[in-house]
C-alpha cells in the first residue's frame, strides 16, 4: 500500500495549529466560550468554522442579494449590494486577521453574518423602522436576533459578539481583536466600493474626492483597500492593539463625511428617501392590522404583534417589499 499524497486534517490538528502559530492575543478556538446549547465537537471543523459554515448556507445570508448598499433596488449589474458588500467586507476582515496572526475563521463568521439583519433599502430601512421599538432599530441586534431566533443556528458567543457589536455606532466595543477586524473591514468596504458606485452613477466625479484621501491612499481604486489594510495592520503590530494610523484614519473619517454629504444623504435622493420609509412603514402597518398574514416562521411565543411584523419587513429584500407594497393598492 502506498502512501496517500493526501492526510487528515482534524479539527484537533487546528486547534494544535492555532495554539503553536496565532498571536497571543489572537482567540483560539478551544478557548470559545461556547454556544447557549453545548454540541459535539466537529470532525474536521473548529466552533469558528463550523459558524462560518452555518451562516454562509442560512436563508438569511441568501437574501443578502436583492438588498441595498446605497442606491435602491439598482438595476445596473455592477451596484454594490450587501451580498457583494459582505464577501468584500469578508475578503478584507480575514486579510487582516491574517496579516496580524489573529484566527481568520473567526473574523470570516463575523463578517460573513454582520449585515444579515439589514432592512431593506439600506439604513433609510433603520430609519423607517426605529418608531416601532425602543429606543432605535438597529441592523447589529437584528442580526443576532435571527441568528438566535428567527433562524438559530446556535453561534458561539464570539461570532454572536463580532457581530453585535461590528458597527462604530454601536458603544460596547468587540470583545475580541478578530471582532475589531470587521469593525474595519466593514468602514474599509463600504467607503471604497460606495465611492465606485457613486461614481458610476453619475452622482461625484474622482476629482470631488478630498485631496488628504487621495495624498493618503493614493488614485482612487484598488490601491484603496492594500493602502487601508496596511494602515490597521502596520500600526496595530506596533501598538498591540487592533486600531489604525492616525492620518490614515483622519483621512477616512473625512472621506466619510464627504460621502454622507455628497451621496448618502445628498438632497436628490431625498424622494427616494421618502418613498423608501412609505414602502416599509406601510408595510409594518399592514402586518399589525393583519398578523394572520405574518409567515409562520416570524410566529415566534416571545414577540408581540409589532415585533413580528417588525421583524418580518426587516427581513424584506428590496425587490419583495416594492412587490408587497404595490399590491396592497
Known amino acids: 500500500m502506498s502512501e496517500s499524497d493526501l492526510a487528515h486534517r482534524t479539527r484537533e490538528d487546528v486547534e494544535l495549529w492555532e495554539a503553536e502559530h496565532l498571536a497571543p492575543a489572537a482567540t483560539r478556538s478551544v478557548d470559545s466560550a461556547g454556544r447557549a446549547r453545548p454540541e459535539e465537537p466537529d470532525r474536521y471543523r473548529t466552533v469558528f468554522e463550523r459558524d462560518r459554515d452555518r451562516i454562509l448556507h442560512s436563508k438569511a445570508f441568501r437574501r443578502l442579494k436583492h438588498k441595498t448598499q446605497v442606491f435602491m433596488n439598482p438595476d445596473g449589474d455592477h451596484f ?28 470570516e463568521a463575523i463578517c460573513l453574518g454582520h449585515d444579515v439583519g ?50 462604530w455606532r454601536v458603544k460596547l466595543p468587540p470583545a475580541t481583536p478578530e471582532g475589531y477586524c470587521c469593525r474595519f473591514a466593514d468602514r474599509i468596504a463600504y467607503l471604497t466600493h460606495d465611492v465606485d458606485d457613486a461614481v458610476r452613477a453619475g452622482v461625484i466625479k474622482l476629482d470631488d474626492l478630498p485631496a488628504v484621501a487621495i495624498t ?88 408581540d404583534g409589532v415585533t413580528r411584523a417588525v421583524d418580518y419587513v426587516s427581513g424584506m429584500t428590496d425587490r419583495f417589499a416594492i412587490r408587497e407594497w404595490e399590491q396592497l393598492g
Open 80 to 107: 454594490v449590494t450587501r451580498l457583494t458588500h459582505t464577501l468584500q467586507v469578508t475578503q478584507i476582515g480575514r486579510a487582516l486577521a491574517r496579516y496580524m496572526g489573529l484566527n481568520e475563521s473567526l473574523a
Open 118 to 167: 439589514h432592512s431593506p433599502f439600506g439604513h433609510t430601512g433603520e430609519d423607517a423602522l426605529t418608531p416601532y421599538v425602543e429606543g432605535e432599530w438597529h441592523h447589529a441586534a437584528q442580526s443576532v436576533r435571527i441568528f438566535d431566533v428567527l433562524e438559530p443556528l446556535n453561534l458561539t458567543w464570539e461570532v454572536r459578539d463580532g457581530i453585535r457589536a461590528h458597527s
Open 216 to 303: 493618503c491612499f493614493g488614485p482612487a481604486g484598488p490601491r484603496w483597500i492594500e493602502s487601508m489594510i496596511e494602515a490597521v495592520v502596520d500600526e496595530s503590530v506596533d501598538r498591540g492593539v487592533v486600531v489604525m494610523d492616525p492620518e490614515a484614519l483622519d483621512a477616512m473619517n473625512l472621506l466619510r463625511d464627504f460621502m454622507f454629504d455628497r451621496v448618502y444623504l445628498r438632497p436628490e435622493a431625498e424622494d427616494q428617501r421618502t418613498r423608501a420609509i412609505e414602502i416599509i412603514r406601510d408595510l409594518v402597518e399592514h402586518y399589525i392590522a393583519h398578523p394572520e398574514k405574518v409567515p409562520p416562521t416570524y410566529q415566534h411565543d416571545d414577540a
